[in-house]
Structure formats: structure tokens, C-alpha cells
């Protein structure tokens, strides 16, 4: 497979995780999902989740199974992101690679191509789902309002680099 093909998401959204609603997920076959954390759910200055995250969390919970899976290794600032929802949650995933998906995945008990990794970066979520044969969605980074003038460079780099690979990312109309 090519890396233009690697790194394309099967779903890109304009907006942060909050713009995947229930019905885009069942529209694209979804029972399950599996979250980054850092930048997608939460902003990587936040200690916890948002109130805003509660009702999304809960609205998709009934169409879809969800799991954390951080390449953030602290397993006390993940827990106090998952706990509040009682959300299952993977530490220290090392995305791209693919094994701590694969024990997601085991767990949800569905396949593959029935689970969204959702993430905001191309070179550790997309990458990592696309191997898997995963439904990959790129959102934009959920981003403190304070830090919002903050440029991403890296974010930058990497939509730069996969375009130069093939990847097409125009963000799709939900």
C-alpha cells in the first residue's frame, strides 16, 4: 500500500470531535470507535475533559462502543479523562504501531472495518487505523480557547508531507 494510501483518512471533518455526530457514525457502518486522547478529546494543557465532551460522549455511546488509546503515557492523566465516563482506556500505545489496537479491538469484539479511529494526527492515527483497516476520521485539534493563537507546526508538517504523498484532505461536508 502507498503512503498517500496510509496516510488518507476515510473521513475528515472541518471541526473538532464534537462535529462527529451519532449519525455520521452509523452512516459510515460504525459500531465502535476508538478515541485519541491528547488534542482530540482534550486539550494536551487540560487535566480533565471538558463539560461540553459529557453529552457528545454520551449521545455516541448509544450507537457505538468507545476506548481511549493514548500514546500519552501518563496513566493518571488518562484515567481522570476516562473515569468521569467510565470510559475503558489504553496507555503508552506508540501509534503507528498497532498492537495496543489490536487489544481495543479484541476487546469491543468487532472487527476492523466496523471501528473509527478518530485522531487528530495523520502520522500516529490515520497511519495507525489505515493499517488495521480501520474507518480512520481526522478531526481538527480540540484546542484550549488561551492557546488558541498557537500556531501547530507539526500538524502543519504533516499535512504538507502526506499531500506530497498522495494523501488527498479536503475536509468532507457531514
Given at each position: ?118 485522531g487528530d494526527r495523520l502520522f500516529t492515527d490515520v497511519l495507525a487505523g489505515n493499517r488495521l483497516g480501520m474507518f480512520t476520521i481526522l ?23 502526506s499531500q506530497l504523498l498522495g494523501a488527498s484532505l479536503t475536509p468532507h461536508k457531514p
Open positions: 500500500m502507498s503512503w498517500g494510501k496510509l496516510l488518507q483518512p476515510d473521513l475528515i471533518l472541518e471541526s473538532s470531535i464534537l462535529s462527529l455526530t451519532p449519525e455520521i457514525i452509523q452512516r459510515s457502518g460504525l459500531r465502535g470507535l476508538v478515541l485519541d486522547v491528547d488534542e482530540t478529546l482534550v486539550p494536551i494543557t487540560s487535566a480533565h475533559a471538558s463539560e461540553e465532551l459529557r453529552p457528545w460522549v454520551e449521545a455516541v455511546q448509544q450507537v457505538a462502543k468507545l476506548w481511549l488509546v493514548s500514546n500519552n503515557i501518563s496513566e493518571p492523566r488518562i484515567k481522570r479523562i476516562a473515569d468521569p465516563f467510565g470510559l475503558p482506556y489504553i496507555t503508552g500505545a506508540a501509534k503507528p504501531s498497532r498492537r495496543k489496537l489490536r487489544r481495543a479491538l479484541t476487546e469491543m469484539n468487532l472487527p476492523p472495518e466496523q471501528v473509527g479511529m478518530v478531526v481538527k485539534p480540540m484546542v484550549d480557547p488561551a492557546e488558541a493563537v498557537r500556531s501547530y507546526p507539526v500538524h502543519t508538517f504533516e499535512v504538507w508531507l
